[in-house]
């Protein structure tokens, strides 16, 4: 019954004019392409080209960002090799998100002790997971593990009417209970605002938080504006490459 709905909910869309051959399509291997609304996918296609294409997100290699002022970020997309500086606490890693293997400075000495360093680069880790998410979410709409269903039209806090995109996951990343709702801009199509759950199974977002102000860096589209909070020092190039692991 389900793959006859979608198969409709497909069909619906290419008769309203949905043209994916005008799309970016940026998929993992285990993202959930059965289970996911296929309007939903064909937006969070747009997505991608809105904030640059796929080609252009290949292509970006290094990116840096602050996070909210508690963590700088410098991360290199084709090794994984990515060095947090902590802002608000005495801890700094460098380490390699693929092998989970690094080092870990605390109050500016290196850590030699294995429990403290394994402790903190799984903590490095997750520091990464979360803060990317919050910068380079429209390149990760079609991640490994993510179901995508599409709610409709509904307005934002701004009392913009966007489509809602529902994303859920399954046994992947740090906290795979959450759920976002991904409103994105009918013109645009841009993400311009997320509704954060704890659980999938809750019916009140913890918190709604707006996507503003895009910029383009390099060859792509970001953005750092989150109403009251900034993701800030977005940079992309070259210039980032010595702050990473040798």
Avoid at 57 to 83: L, P
Avoid at 142 to 163: F, H, R
Avoid at 182 to 189: E, F, G, H, L
């Amino acid at each position: 019954m389900k793959s006859s709905l979608y198969f409709f909910l497909f069909c619906v869309c290419l008769f309203a004019g949905c043209n994916t051959a005008k799309t970016s399509i940026l998929r993992s291997p285990g993202f959930n392409l059965a289970g996911s609304n296929p309007i939903a996918i064909d937006i969070a296609n747009q997505v991608v080209t809105a904030s640059g294409g796929k080609s252009a997100w290949d292509k970006t290699r290094y990116i840096g960002w602050n996070f909210f002022g508690s963590r700088e970020h410098v991360w290199d997309k084709h090794t994984g090799d990515v060095s947090i500086k902590g802002l608000k606490s005495p801890i700094d890693v460098k380490m390699n998100l693929h092998t989970k293997t690094g080092k870990v400075w605390i109050d500016g000495k290196e850590t030699m002790q294995q429990d403290s360093l394994d402790k903190y680069l799984q903590k490095g880790y997750e520091w990464w997971v979360n803060d990317s998410y919050w910068l380079v979410l429209p390149f990760k709409l079609q991640d490994s593990g993510v179901s995508l269903d599409y709610l409709g039209d509904s307005k934002t806090e701004d009392s913009v009417i966007a489509d809602v995109l529902e994303l859920k996951f399954d046994k992947v990343g740090v906290t795979p209970q959450n759920k976002y709702h991904i409103y994105v801009d009918k013109n645009s199509r841009h993400i311009i605002q997320w509704d954060f759950y704890t659980n999938a199974a809750d019916e009140e977002a913890r918190f709604k938080i707006p996507w503003k102000n895009y910029q383009q860096y390099g060859d792509i589209f970001l953005s750092g504006d989150r109403g009251r909070m900034q993701v800030s020092d977005i940079a992309v190039g070259e210039q980032l490459k010595s702050s990473l692991i040798k």
